[in-house]
């Protein structure tokens, strides 16, 4: 099955490039390109893309705004949002995370890479780049206030919370696997239910998760 790729960066070359890129990967194919988030929006809806390749800083509306919409939108299956950025240390890192995006490459990336990133996400997994990870991490250090477990936590059984635990320190399933002695599709089921139990998207809002209520510690 063919992935729909949409790309949306301000800057022609850049999204031509991306085109190109994309479009040399068998499984993967381009829908359409945007130069803002606005049109971004409009293209989702009339192309139903499996991947958005979300740049940040755009004019008329950025990517992060532009992914609390897209992810907002009813009465349809909302694609992955993989954010693309120049910088590492994006104060947007954050934000973007809190509205839905599934994954946060550097767009020097090497390419083979950035066409992984678009399969893992595409296939419902999130995917950080080690470097936004850290900036990730220091942005909840800094952060003073905690949000309240809500009622769902309780309803984690005690494995549960072992997996929540380390998927929110950016365990894949066979790390998992390998670390409490379960079969990957053991810990792919675990990791499922606690998606369903806490009502998150995907992995990367289960690591904002943790971080806010405290459940994982920075360090």
Same mark, same amino acid.
């Given at each position: 099955?063919?992935?729909?790729?949409?790309?949306?960066?301000?800057?022609?070359?850049?999204?031509?490039?991306? &085109?190109? =890129?994309?479009?040399?990967?068998? #499984? +993967?194919?381009?829908?359409?390109? /945007?130069?803002?988030? $606005?049109? @971004?929006?409009?293209?989702?809806?009339?192309?139903?893309?499996?991947?958005?390749?979300?740049?940040?800083?755009?004019?008329?509306?950025?990517?992060?705004?532009?992914?609390?919409?897209?992810?907002?939108?009813?009465?349809?299956?909302?694609? &992955?949002? =993989?954010?693309?950025?120049?910088? #590492? +240390?994006?104060?947007?890192?954050? /934000?973007?995370?809190? $509205?839905? @995006?599934?994954?946060?490459?550097?767009?020097?990336?090497?390419?083979?890479?950035?066409?992984?990133?678009?399969?893992?996400?595409?296939?419902?997994?999130?995917?950080?780049?080690?470097?936004?990870?850290?900036?990730?991490?220091?942005?909840?250090?800094?952060?003073?206030?905690?949000?309240?477990?809500?009622?769902?936590?309780?309803?984690?059984?005690?494995?549960?919370?072992?997996?929540?635990?380390?998927?929110?320190?950016?365990?894949?399933?066979?790390?998992?696997?390998?670390?409490?002695?379960?079969?990957?599709?053991?810990?792919?089921?675990?990791?499922?239910?606690?998606?369903?139990?806490?009502?998150?998207?995907?992995?990367?809002?289960?690591?904002?998760?943790?971080?806010?209520?405290?459940?994982?510690?920075?360090?």
């Amino acid at each position: 099955m063919t992935i729909g790729v949409l790309v949306v960066d301000d800057q022609a070359l850049v999204r031509g490039a991306f &085109r190109v =890129l994309v479009d040399s990967a068998p #499984d +993967l194919e381009v829908l359409g390109e /945007a130069s803002n988030g $606005a049109e @971004a929006l409009e293209l989702v809806r009339a192309t139903r893309p499996d991947v958005v390749l979300m740049d940040v800083r755009m004019p008329v509306m950025d990517g992060i705004e532009a992914t609390g919409h897209i992810l907002a939108e009813p009465g349809q299956a909302s694609p &992955r949002i =993989l954010i693309l950025t120049t910088f #590492d +240390l994006d104060e947007y890192v954050y /934000a973007a995370l809190r $509205a839905g @995006a599934s994954g946060f490459m550097l767009k020097d990336t090497p390419p083979e890479e950035l066409l992984s990133a678009i399969r893992v996400v595409a296939g419902g997994d999130a995917l950080l780049a080690p470097s936004v990870t850290r900036r990730l991490i220091a942005e909840f250090a800094t952060q003073h206030t905690r949000a309240t477990p809500t009622a769902a936590f309780l309803t984690l059984t005690e494995r549960e919370r072992e997996v929540f635990g380390l998927v929110a320190r950016g365990r894949s399933n066979q790390e998992l696997g390998e670390e409490l002695y379960i079969s990957a599709a053991t810990a792919k089921t675990h990791v499922s239910r606690i998606l369903m139990k806490l009502d998150a998207r995907d992995r990367a809002q289960l690591v904002v998760i943790a971080y806010e209520t405290g459940f994982i510690v920075p360090g």
